[in-house]
């Protein structure tokens, strides 16, 4: 069955989360450098049906775009190129970061651990998919 793919972009780094394949729970995948994504996502989906891409959407508070909002809308683009068959879905990212931090404390991870940027990547796009799917 195939899964549900969540990306949390970011200049440097991007933050990946994945469905089981019942789409019942949403898990940290990886995180990848940002230029090596579209290499990551080519090998990940020639071992795993990719069912649709959610990509975390950066908005200001009041709505409007961010510096990081094109560079979420090329990262776009670019799917629609190298995965054509696969729908991509843009949702809301806004204070997935805080949350993830947040859910880090609260699940007990240590301060050093906590200030891994790339574990904070993960966990946003974990919450990104859970908000997606409703969970």
Same mark, same amino acid.
Not at 42 to 52: I, R
Not at 79 to 87: E, G, M, S, T
């Given at each position: 069955m195939p899964r549900i793919l969540a990306i949390d972009y970011g200049a440097k780094r991007t933050g990946l989360a994945v469905t089981d394949p019942l789409k019942i729970i949403a898990s940290a995948l990886e995180? !990848?450098? #940002?230029?090596?994504? @579209? %290499?990551?996502?080519?090998?990940? =989906? *020639?071992?795993?049906? !990719?069912? %649709?891409?959610? !990509? $975390?959407?950066? *908005? #200001?508070?009041? $709505?409007?775009?961010t510096h990081a909002t094109a560079l979420v809308n090329k990262l776009v683009e =670019?799917?629609? !190129? /190298?995965? %054509?068959? @696969?729908?991509? /879905?843009?949702?809301?990212?806004?204070?997935? #970061? *805080?949350? %993830?931090?947040q859910a880090m404390i609260a699940g007990g991870m240590k301060k050093k651990d906590r200030q891994v940027k790339g574990n904070i990547d993960k966990i946003s796009a974990v919450i990104i998919l859970q908000s997606f799917m409703g969970i």
């Open positions: 995180t !990848v450098p #940002s230029e090596t994504l @579209i %290499a990551y996502l080519q090998q990940y =989906t *020639k071992t795993e049906q !990719v069912e %649709a891409f959610v !990509v $975390g959407l950066p *908005k #200001s508070l009041d $709505g409007s775009d =670019t799917l629609k !190129v /190298h995965f %054509a068959d @696969i729908p991509v /879905h843009l949702h809301d990212e806004r204070f997935t #970061s *805080k949350m %993830a931090v």
